[in-house]
């Protein structure tokens, strides 16, 4: 595959560039927030969708009878690295897990209410697949749809939904078929100010707020059940395969990195250059290697979907694996180098690497679990792409 990006590509890079510059605000743009400033959980961001939305940025690879372009991937690829860099909100799960999986398995009345508001960053969705009993493993969900009338009632409770304290739809997975594990759960459209809904919010070690939802007699008509009866897991597993990619882009890691080699090139210890320190410039080298190296992977991804069709699964884990694990060593390694002074917190202004050592190694501890585990990727892999028996 060609690694280089077409004179028409890097045009529209320079064009979003510009945009956001043209638009920076310390309100909507904050590195220090690492993958989490994916989410639009203010009113100041939600605007700033609503630009990115006016450019016609959010449909770029959606069918053009929906309201898209039709375009290739590595243009959406090119605008999220672009976002993700300067700490800006994201195009993510509404034009992604919710929107693509619309397109493919929704129904007409679910396309028309949903996907007009989602390409003008009009509404906001949480998304609930994670259980007390169910983190990686969304099979084993248990949160209970039974059929009443033309609707269904939910009872029970979904962890971890990042969203949900601002989020104006729950998309959401039940278990309607208890005998059937995969082939048992159904997906749902459940407004988020339904009076049966609990929300709880839990503070994380990255300075956010994830929630637990609780269902007490939530009842959901059947136009907002999405695509067939007992096929939830399978359009699940699809939007997984999208969100493991875009929810870690390669960008935020690449400037740590950076971040890194500046402050190993100025500092000293004991007296010495830090840079000449022979253990320091291995790992350091390691480092810049592995991160060209978790750049292709995410070029790999991008070139496998624009072939069209299912989103790649092996590519997909073998990213979001390589990438977080990265992560996660790069602020190890900013943490040992750094020394003490990095444990100081963000934005203090004598910390080294300006405090961001810090906040990324609380931050990347969450990365190695959104959107599955290391261990469930490590399966995946085994499993469809080394072909490797299920209990190997």
Not at 178 to 192: A, Q, R, S, V, Y
Not at 280 to 299: C, N, P
Request: with cysteine; net charge negative.
């Amino acid at each position: 595959m060609d690694f280089d990006f077409s004179e028409e590509q890097n045009a529209f890079r320079e064009e979003v560039e510009k945009f956001i510059e043209e638009n920076r605000h310390p309100e909507v743009m904050d590195v220090f927030r690492e993958n989490m400033t994916q989410i639009n959980d203010t009113p100041r961001r939600q605007a700033f969708m609503r630009k990115v939305a006016e450019k016609g940025w959010l449909g770029i690879t959606w069918p053009e009878e929906y309201g898209g372009q039709n375009g290739e991937g590595v243009y959406e690829y090119l605008l999220n690295e672009a976002l993700a860099g300067v700490g800006a909100p994201q195009i993510g799960k509404g034009v992604g897990i919710i929107g693509k999986t619309l397109i493919r398995h929704g129904s007409e009345k679910l396309k028309q209410e949903f996907l007009p508001k989602i390409l003008k960053a009009e509404v906001e969705f949480a998304v609930g697949y994670s259980e007390p009993q169910a983190g990686s493993d969304a099979a084993s969900m248990q949160l209970e749809a039974i059929r009443e009338g033309d609707g269904w009632r939910l009872n029970g409770q979904k962890m971890w939904t990042t969203s949900a304290h601002f989020a104006d739809w729950y998309w959401v997975g039940a278990r309607t078929k208890k005998e059937d594990k995969h082939g048992g759960i159904t997906l749902f459209l459940i407004p988020m100010d339904h009076p049966g809904l609990e929300v709880q919010g839990l503070p994380t070690i990255g300075d956010e707020i994830t929630n637990a939802v609780y269902f007490n007699d939530v009842w959901v008509s059947d136009e907002y059940r999405v695509g067939e009866l007992n096929k939830g897991f399978g359009y699940i597993s699809e939007a997984l395969d999208l969100e493991r990619f875009t929810m870690f882009m390669y960008s935020p890691i690449r400037q740590r990195i950076e971040l890194l080699c500046d402050h190993v090139r100025e500092e000293t210890c004991d007296g010495e250059p830090v840079k000449d320190d022979p253990l320091v410039r291995s790992k350091i080298a390691q480092t810049v290697t592995q991160g060209e190296v978790a750049r292709l992977l995410g070029l790999k991804f991008v070139a496998a979907a624009s072939k069209g069709g299912k989103p790649p699964t092996n590519e997909a884990s073998m990213y979001k694996l390589y990438a977080t694990e990265l992560s996660k060593r790069v602020a190890n390694l900013s943490m040992d180098i750094g020394g003490p002074g990095t444990q100081l917190r963000k934005h203090t202004e004598d910390a080294p690497m300006r405090g961001r050592a810090e906040s990324t190694y609380r931050y990347t501890v969450i990365d190695t679990v959104g959107g599955g585990g290391s261990e469930i990727q490590k399966n995946i892999i085994a499993r469809r792409k080394l072909g490797l028996p299920k209990n190997f």
